[in-house]
Structures are given as C-alpha cells and as structure tokens.
C-alpha cells in the first residue's frame, strides 16, 4: 500500500471521527438537519466519532512506528478537526454525506492495509 493512500485514510477517518463529534452537538446537528438530535442519535454519534478516531491511529503507527506515528495521529486529528470545522459553517447539510463517504473509504482503506 502507498504512502499517499495510508495518509489519505487516516485523513479520512479523522475526517470522519471529527465530523460525527460535531454533529453529535445540537448546535450543529440543527445546522446540519434543522433539528436537535435525539438522545440516542447523539450517544451514537459520539461512540461512531471516537471509534473512527481511534481506528485512524494504525495508519499512523504502520507508517511512521510507534513514536512517530502517534504524532502524526495527533496531527491528523487537527488536520481532520480543521476540514470538518471548515465545512461546517459554509456547507453544513453537505458535512454529514462527505463525513459518511469518508468513513466508508476509511474503512475501505483499513481493510486493504490489513489484508497486506
């Protein structure tokens, strides 16, 4: 597997985790889809968000080993902060769509580092 597709899933999945964490705020999820999240939507919402966010750390610790790849997670984690912090404001009804396709090609890539 590449270099640019390892770093490219990790993005995702923080991406992913970052976006789900913010939709789990009713602040956001209103903005989002114009009405507060229900209880169990927004539990679900922060479980979905700090798995995605953990399982973007074997990216990280296949490519850069131990030490450095926990650094790079951290990093990752403010870049995919960033990008849902960016969209949000100026695309909020597109955050959770893009947040769900990069989950999906997160995952994807996942499987493709696991199988080799």
Not at 62 to 82: R, S
Not at 86 to 97: D, F, N, S
């Amino acid at each position: 597997m590449s270099y640019v597709t390892i770093v490219l899933t990790a993005l995702a999945l923080t991406y992913a985790g970052m976006a789900a964490l913010a939709l789990a705020i009713d602040r956001h999820h209103r903005q989002a889809f114009g009405a507060n999240a229900a209880p169990r939507t927004r539990d679900s919402l922060r479980i979905a968000g700090g798995l995605l966010l953990v399982l973007a750390a074997p990216p990280c610790v296949h490519l850069w080993g131990a030490g450095g790849g926990t650094v790079a997670w951290v990093g990752m984690l403010t870049i995919g902060a960033l990008l849902s912090a960016g969209v949000l404001p100026y695309w909020p009804r597109r955050l959770a769509p893009s947040a769900a396709g990069a989950a999906a090609l997160g995952v994807i890539g996942l499987g493709a580092l696991a199988l080799g």
